[in-house]
């Protein structure tokens, strides 16, 4: 069993920078492809970002592309996702998942989700 919990996410006014962290539970996080999602208020889950177990491959939702960078501490069974320049449709609870095997851009793949973390970009 895998258990995520994010955290790092708050208000911040647009152009600002945020960096949210998911810590993972047990053994096996250097085996896990992770991402992070986001929904907004009356929307599905978006993709947003993902990465492979080594972090070596990463790929980005267009809307974040040069925005967002993802990493990964696997040494502390962490990823992280760092915002940069963030406007007010970048709003939404951030969600972070996990999956074995391969990275994926869709919810439906993702076996492990934490509770998620609030973004709020105001203008």
């Known amino acids: 069993q895998v258990q995520l919990v994010e955290s790092g996410g708050g208000l911040v006014q647009a152009g600002g920078s945020l960096r949210l962290s998911c810590a993972a539970s047990g053994r096996t996080f250097s085996s896990l492809f992770m991402g992070w999602f986001r929904q907004a208020p009356g929307k599905e889950h978006d993709f947003v970002a993902n990465?492979?177990?080594?972090?070596?491959?990463?790929d980005y939702a267009d809307s974040v592309k040069g925005r967002f960078t993802i990493s990964r501490d696997n040494a502390k069974n962490t990823v992280y996702l760092q915002m940069n320049s963030l406007k007010p449709e970048d709003t939404a609870v951030y969600y972070c998942?996990?999956?074995?095997?391969?990275?994926?851009?869709?919810?439906?793949?993702?076996?492990?989700w934490g509770q998620g973390t609030q973004v709020t970009v105001s203008s």
């Open positions: 998942a996990a999956r074995y095997l391969s990275r994926s851009i869709y919810t439906k793949d993702y076996r492990y």
């Open positions: 990465i492979n177990w080594n972090g070596g491959s990463t």
